[in-house]
């Protein structure tokens, strides 16, 4: 059974940063698109990045502020978050495709995490 985890979340003070790790499970993804999104309250899902052997793509609004990589021995894909606004403030999600192409449409992805909850207090 594929399982995604994602651990890193909670509060932070504007401009603060943080780190969201994705840990995953039951399948390799060493070949897989993994990404990230985030829902808002009242708001869609949105994407917010992707990586794949192509290499990463981002949000534009998101660009030179977050970071995606990714481990595969360890079958993971973090995100690092600097500069942060409460604006971000949302649930952030891992997803993984069973294919390697990389896509900003979460319907895209096969497999998601619960998600962790970042709160940006100004």
């Known amino acids: 059974q594929v399982r995604l985890v994602e651990s890193g979340g909670g509060l932070v003070q504007a401009g603060g940063s943080l780190r969201l790790s994705c840990a995953a499970s039951g399948r390799a ?5 993994m990404a990230w999104f985030r829902q808002a309250p009242g708001k869609e899902r949105e994407f917010v990045s992707s990586i794949s052997w192509r290499g990463t793509v981002y949000a534009d609004s998101l660009k030179g502020r977050f970071t995606i990589s990714r481990d595969n021995a360890k079958n ?4 690092q978050m600097n ?20 896509s900003t449409l979460h319907r895209a992805y096969d497999y998601w995490g619960q998600g962790t909850q970042v709160t940006v207090s100004s």
């Open 83 to 102: 500069s942060l606004k409460p604006e971000d403030t949302a649930v952030y999600y891992c997803a993984a495709d069973e294919s390697p192409i990389t």
């Open 76 to 79: 993971a894909v973090y995100l």
């Open 29 to 33: 993804f060493s070949r897989s698109a």
